[in-house]
């Protein structure tokens, strides 16, 4: 991986206390928070080093190639779990990472192949943090968009037929069923999309 002297890891801390670091998804969790809104990303398995603290700023990076998909702050992870006597383990708590998303950038993620990473968790300088974030540029404007999803059902009565669609739609979920989404006032503009991309519903321009 190519390195940049901009983008070394030499921690340094913000004026308020606080550092800044890249966080890296497991291969995974990239589909899984790009499919379905999150407020929040919660890691485990990490490593004994150095940990970024609540308050703390992230960038959450996606590899191969690497790139920048979110940024967050840490929260606190509340990691105590109710004590269980029978359990000779319930007094160990397996350490979590929580950071809570400020901006998403999952479906237009910029390159960071710059970026040297030293494992799931990597000190980054404020400088690099802030070039990096930089390059998503300004949040977009929000608008209203009418989503929905049609299923064909058949059933006893309208009370069953709402269980099945709901049934359904744990059961097959953004990877199988599509969601149909158009900008308010404007269905004409209206485009269908499986497993987080626009997907053509037409058979007959598939031909």
Do not use: C, K
Request: proline share 12%.
């Amino acid at each position: 991986m190519t390195t940049d002297a901009a983008y070394r890891t030499d921690r340094t801390t913000h004026a308020d206390g606080t550092d800044t670091w890249a966080v890296l998804l497991p291969p995974d969790r990239y589909e899984a928070e790009r499919l379905v809104h999150h407020d929040t990303l919660e890691l485990t398995g990490l490593s004994d080093g150095p940990r970024p603290r609540p308050g703390d700023q992230v960038a959450v990076l996606a590899d191969e190639p690497p790139r920048l998909v979110a940024l967050g702050r840490v929260s606190d992870a509340g990691d105590r779990r109710p004590e269980v006597p029978e359990d000779p383990l319930s007094d160990r708590v397996e350490p979590r990472l929580v950071v809570a998303y400020t901006r998403r950038a999952f479906d237009e993620p910029v390159p960071a192949d710059a970026l040297e990473l030293d494992g799931p968790v990597t000190a980054l300088a404020p400088a690099a943090f802030r070039e990096l974030a930089a390059r998503l540029g300004p949040p977009p404007p929000r608008r209203t968009w009418l989503v929905s999803l049609d299923l064909p059902i058949e059933a006893a009565s309208p009370a069953e037929a709402v269980r099945l669609f709901w049934s359904y739609v744990q059961e097959l979920g953004p990877r199988e069923l599509p969601a149909f989404v158009s900008p308010s006032g404007d269905e004409l503009a209206m485009q269908a999309f499986v497993l987080g991309e626009e997907a053509n519903q037409d058979p007959e321009e598939d031909d």
